[in-house]
């Protein structure tokens, strides 16, 4: 029994892994491959602050340039699905499978995330988390929980996007988590609907991938590494039907959750090894 038994864990292993992988290629082209995207990764990072400054036409500015990091990093963009809606105040959420994540959903309805508080405390990366005014949540502390979700609820009713990832904790892609229905309370209380959005990764063959995940013991470094050697990952964008709030946290998380499944994928349950 871990000490703290309500935390949300996953059950991916390095078997998925090694599911989702494919061939990076001959070493030439691989050393290629890596030089190129470091580099330009590289000459876009110092402009990620800027990001934070309210200048006209920002959300745009945004968009593009998550999807120049996802080009830079190898990773192809595609979006379907119902319109993109120019509403204010709404609550992105979506299954959690990597740090790429935040690239991805950037590029379609940027927002203010919520994010493990350990990210703000990152050298770099913490700096840039809070000029972008990331919203922590300690994992390990259901007391700080309700103060999590009413700045959420306040940010809604200010007009600003905000986006969150009910599962808790990231997974290979391959198996997902539950929805946890306490973030959907914020959107009830500030009276703002939901968006959901379907992620998927795959090779450039269409078969699944799980070159970008992030899971259990995984370095940021490592999962990084994975991704500018392998040849190209693809990820589909989703944009599923706008959720109106209701009055019951639950019955919205499981409307949502139903959402961003594909068809015939279920949730694999905690403490479960998924079959290579």
Same mark, same amino acid.
């Given at each position: 029994?871990?000490?703290?038994?309500?935390?949300?864990?996953?059950?991916?292993?390095?078997?998925?892994?090694?599911?989702? !992988?494919?061939?990076?290629?001959?070493?030439?082209?691989? =050393?290629?491959?890596?030089?190129?995207?470091?580099?330009?990764?590289?000459?876009?990072?110092?402009?990620?602050?800027?990001?934070?400054?309210?200048?006209?036409?920002? #959300?745009?500015?945004?968009?593009?340039?998550?999807?120049?990091?996802?080009?830079?990093?190898?990773?192809? $963009?595609?979006?379907?699905?119902?319109?993109?809606?120019?509403?204010?105040?709404?609550?992105?959420? !979506?299954?959690?499978? #990597?740090?790429?994540?935040?690239?991805?959903? @950037?590029?379609?309805?940027?927002?203010?995330?919520?994010?493990?508080? +350990?990210?703000?405390?990152?050298? /770099?990366? @913490?700096?840039?988390?809070?000029?972008?005014?990331? $919203?922590?949540? +300690?994992?390990?502390?259901?007391?700080?929980?309700?103060?999590?979700?009413?700045?959420?609820?306040?940010?809604?009713? !200010?007009?600003?996007?905000?986006? !969150?990832?009910?599962?808790?904790?990231?997974?290979?892609?391959?198996?997902?988590?539950?929805?946890?229905?306490?973030?959907?309370?914020? =959107?009830?209380?500030?009276?703002?609907?939901?968006?959901?959005?379907?992620? =998927?990764?795959?090779?450039?063959?269409?078969?699944?991938?799980?070159?970008? /995940?992030?899971?259990?013991?995984?370095?940021?470094?490592?999962?990084?590494?994975?991704?500018?050697?392998?040849?190209?990952?693809?990820?589909?964008?989703?944009?599923?039907?706008?959720?109106?709030?209701?009055?019951?946290?639950?019955?919205?998380?499981?409307?949502?959750?139903?959402?961003?499944?594909? /068809?015939?994928?279920?949730?694999?349950?905690?403490?479960?090894?998924?079959?290579?």
């Amino acid at each position: 029994m871990s000490e703290h038994a309500w935390l949300p864990r996953a059950s991916c292993t390095d078997a998925c892994l090694r599911a989702g !992988a494919a061939p990076a290629g001959r070493r030439p082209m691989v =050393a290629t491959r890596v030089a190129l995207r470091a580099g330009l990764a590289l000459l876009l990072l110092p402009a990620l602050p800027l990001l934070a400054v309210p200048l006209p036409g920002r #959300s745009h500015l945004q968009r593009g340039y998550c999807r120049l990091m996802l080009r830079a990093l190898g990773v192809r $963009i595609t979006i379907s699905g119902g319109p993109i809606r120019n509403l204010r105040g709404v609550l992105v959420v !979506a299954g959690h499978v #990597s740090w790429v994540d935040i690239f991805t959903i @950037g590029a379609v309805l940027p927002g203010s995330f919520v994010a493990k508080a +350990e990210m703000v405390r990152w050298p /770099a990366l @913490g700096v840039v988390a809070r000029l972008m005014k990331v $919203i922590p949540i +300690e994992r390990t502390s259901l007391r700080r929980l309700p103060a999590v979700v009413a700045t959420v609820a306040t940010r809604l009713r !200010a007009g600003q996007t905000v986006v !969150a990832f009910p599962e808790g904790t990231t997974w290979c892609g391959l198996g997902y988590g539950r929805f946890r229905p306490a973030m959907f309370q914020a =959107a009830i209380d500030a009276e703002r609907p939901v968006q959901p959005l379907r992620l =998927a990764y795959h090779h450039r063959d269409g078969s699944a991938s799980t070159v970008p /995940a992030y899971i259990g013991e995984d370095t940021l470094w490592a999962s990084l590494c994975r991704l500018v050697v392998a040849r190209r990952t693809v990820v589909h964008v989703r944009v599923e039907s706008l959720q109106l709030p209701g009055t019951d946290r639950r019955e919205l998380a499981g409307r949502c959750e139903t959402a961003v499944r594909a /068809a015939g994928v279920a949730p694999v349950p905690a403490g479960h090894a998924l079959a290579a």
